[in-house]
């Protein structure tokens, strides 16, 4: 498998095709086809409860936490397959 490959894997739950295939410049069907062939999946921000913000802001204190699962296929355990996000509040402030 190629380093590609890995990335895709491993970024394409949290980022999806579009972003990937930008950053790797590659075509978005080569993405898709990819994650498809290894059992990943992709999950847009609205469907998180909580649902995540579009754009994420610098943050001074935590007052929200989100976990996020992955489904990953190549994780060995929960632990590994779990991203955080911290919040300061549920407004998105500019500074």
């Known amino acids: 498998m190629s380093e590609d490959s890995y990335y895709i894997i491993d970024n394409y739950p949290l980022f999806g095709g579009s972003a990937l295939a930008k950053k ?3 075509p978005f069907r080569r ?3 990819i994650a498809r062939e290894n059992g990943v999946k992709y999950k ?36 590994e397959d779990c991203v955080i996000i911290f919040y300061d509040s ?5 500074r």
């Open 90 to 94: 549920l407004d998105q402030v500019h």
């Open 24 to 26: 790797l410049n590659i």
């Open 44 to 79: 847009p921000v609205d469907k998180y409860n909580p649902p995540l913000p579009r754009a994420l802001t610098c943050y001074d204190m935590v007052k929200r936490v989100s976990l996020l699962d992955r489904d990953s296929p190549l994780s060995k355990d929960a632990v």
């Open 31 to 33: 993405v898709q086809y």
